[in-house]
Nanobody, 119 residues
Framework: QVQLVESGGGLVQAGGSLRLSCTAS????????MGWFRQAPGKEREFVSA???????YYADSVKGRFTISRDNAKNTVYLQMNSLKPEDTAVYYC?????????????WGQGTQVTVSS
């Protein structure tokens, strides 16, 4: 059974940092794109960042320069380092694994981890 499990969320003050982790089990995703998405209350899920199988990285404009995605294929884990957090970054963050980095190609999703940024 394939599972993606996120961790590292929490409550942080504006300007602070958090590091999210997403560990996969049940199969290896070294040949897959991995992505992070988020959903704030009352809003649709939105793309945050993605990393391809060969470590190409992509970011939403709203997080560019503040967030960094990385992966450790030996640990089957993808990370999202979030710096200079803003209250508008508050959301549930989801990890996903896909055939490509494009939104419609993600086949596996985690349950999400809450990130709350206080002002």
């Amino acid at each position: 059974q394939v599972q993606l499990v996120e961790s590292g969320g929490g409550l942080v003050q504006a300007g602070g940092s958090l590091r999210l982790s997403c560990t996969a089990s049940g199969r290896t995703f070294s040949n897959n794109a991995m992505g992070w998405f988020r959903q704030a209350p009352g809003k649709e899920r939105e793309f945050v960042s993605a990393i391809t199988w060969n470590s190409g990285t992509y970011y939403a404009d709203s997080v560019k320069g503040r967030f960094t995605i990385s992966r450790d294929n030996a640990k089957n884990t993808v990370y999202l380092q979030m710096n200079s957090l803003k209250p508008e970054d508050t959301a549930v963050y989801y990890c996903a694994a896909g055939r490509t980095r494009f939104i419609g190609d993600y086949d596996y999703w985690g349950q999400g981890t809450q990130v709350t940024v206080s002002s």
